[in-house]
């Protein structure tokens, strides 16, 4: 039986994935994400998200292989993840009272029968407006290094997000609407009812 690959490290993308009832194993791509500024996040994503799966796919040929990547985008600017607390200070400042755009590019693979998809969503977030201390306080709460937009959409993100429109799971890290219909041609069905 085909087994799914996951080819990330990200803990939000592993629980939305076991959430919704999938069966995975994890490999890491031993790639290093691009951060080109001069790629649009569509790009940027879809470049990203291809890698991290042919990097991976290439040892399991038999097997599907899922890989994502996903980036926060201001007014057609890109916003990745903070270098430290201060910066992602500035980048909340930045979101505050603005509409951004969460991008993220699903790459599956099944080299075996030399079959591949690739597929973008975007959500629109509307951030509330944000002073400082409601900043340093949501800070306190996450880690905001390992995000994109250095904000997390579960656990505390209703104090910062006032409304998403679209997949709130794309948000997250992974739209499963769509992967889980694009798993289903390819054979990847989930093993249990999703929580």
């Given at each position: 039986m085909t087994?799914?690959?996951?080819?990330?490290?990200?803990?939000?993308?592993?629980?939305?994935?076991?959430?919704a009832g999938f069966d995975f194993a994890v490999r890491l791509p031993s790639i290093a994400e691009r951060t080109d500024a001069h790629l649009t996040a569509r790009e940027l994503t879809s470049w990203n998200a291809v890698r991290k799966g042919l990097t991976v796919a290439r040892f399991c040929p038999d097997e599907v292989v899922i890989a994502a990547d996903t980036v926060v985008a201001l007014n057609g600017s890109v916003i990745g993840k903070p270098?430290?607390?201060?910066?992602?200070?500035?980048?909340?400042?930045?979101?505050?009272?603005?509409?951004?755009?969460?991008?993220?590019?699903?790459?599956?693979?099944?080299?075996a029968r030399a079959r591949v998809r690739l597929f973008c969503e975007v959500s629109?977030?509307?951030?509330?407006?944000?002073?400082?201390?409601?900043?340093?306080e949501y800070l306190a709460k996450i880690d905001p290094l390992d995000k994109a937009g250095a904000y997390a959409a579960q656990g505390h993100g209703s104090e910062i997000i006032e409304q998403i429109e679209g997949s709130y799971s794309n948000v997250v890290g992974l739209p499963m609407e769509e992967t889980t219909v694009v798993l289903r041609q390819f054979g990847i069905r989930p093993a249990r009812l999703p929580n």
């Open positions: 087994e799914l690959i996951l080819a990330s490290g990200s803990p939000r993308r592993k629980e939305l994935l076991r959430s270098r430290d607390v201060e910066h992602a200070v500035r980048i909340l400042e930045r979101l505050g009272g603005q509409t951004h755009q969460v991008y993220s590019s699903v790459f599956v693979a099944h080299l629109h977030v509307h951030f509330r407006t944000l002073g400082p201390p409601q900043i340093r």
